[in-house]
């Protein structure tokens, strides 16, 4: 069964400290791994895919990472407005599309 | 990215009566949807895969009788929620992909329902 464990549970940073968020997976066959962001009350949305170990991707102030056996989100001088909920998904060859999702860190940017 | 829409945003309904969600594609035909819900500090829990033009797959746990999903046009998934208990109330998300290319899935609104 495919497992996604994020850490931490929660993030409190002040605007401008630069932090990471990791997701630790295990799939058997991971034909990618997705990150979301998920503000209060409303759906994820659609931030990266990552398809293999050494790929990286970027997006304004985040930058996700993954290896063999983890993804790292790293912010970079965060804003307010990057407060959120940051869910990890996996998604494996054998599973028809299916993404199964970690339990999320919630980070809080204070100005 | 993708526009997906759900309807309603929120509803309200007593024990024991039926609440129909919608959920469609904006931009794209999706042979494929997904109903998630989610619970209070809780992650997405995938429910089913709703195949247009053919019956749904449920996840293991998950009361096929008690939520009904049609997937009757290519842009159109409905989930409803029958003889709805308290124990239903949640924040229900749909998700579509496309048929080819990437793997992503792009995520509705969602809809809160309380049932009383």
């Known amino acids: 069964e495919d497992q996604v464990t994020q850490s931490p549970e929660a993030l409190r940073l002040q605007e401008g400290e630069s932090s990471s968020l990791n997701c630790s997976y295990t799939?058997?066959?991971?034909?990618?791994l997705f990150w979301y962001r998920q503000d209060p009350g409303k759906g994820p949305e659609f931030l990266f895919t990552l398809y293999s170990a050494g790929e990286e991707k970027e997006k304004e102030r985040l930058k996700a990472t993954l290896t063999k056996k983890e993804s790292f989100l790293h912010i970079t001088a965060p804003k307010p407005e990057d407060s959120a909920t940051y869910l990890c998904?996996?998604?494996?060859?054998?599973?028809?599309?299916?993404?199964?999702f970690g339990a999320g860190t919630t980070v809080t940017v204070r100005a | 990215g993708a526009v997906v829409s759900q309807h309603p945003s929120w509803v309200i309904c007593k024990s024991g009566t039926s609440v129909k969600i919608e959920c469609r594609s904006l931009?794209?035909?999706?042979?494929?949807m997904f109903w998630y819900r989610q619970f209070p500090k809780q992650s997405l829990m995938l429910m089913a895969t709703s195949n247009e033009g053919s019956k749904a797959t449920y996840e293991q746990g998950v009361e096929k009788d008690k939520f009904l999903i049609n997937h009757a046009s290519l842009t159109l998934s409905t989930l409803t929620v029958t003889s709805a208990h308290p124990e239903d109330s949640s924040f229900y998300i749909c998700s579509t992909r496309h048929d080819w290319g990437s793997y992503e899935q792009y995520f509705g609104p969602g809809t809160r329902l309380t049932v009383t």
């Open positions: 799939v058997s066959g991971l034909r990618g």
């Open positions: 998904a996996v998604q494996a060859f054998a599973n028809d599309y299916k993404l199964s």
């Open positions: 931009d794209f035909q999706a042979t494929t």
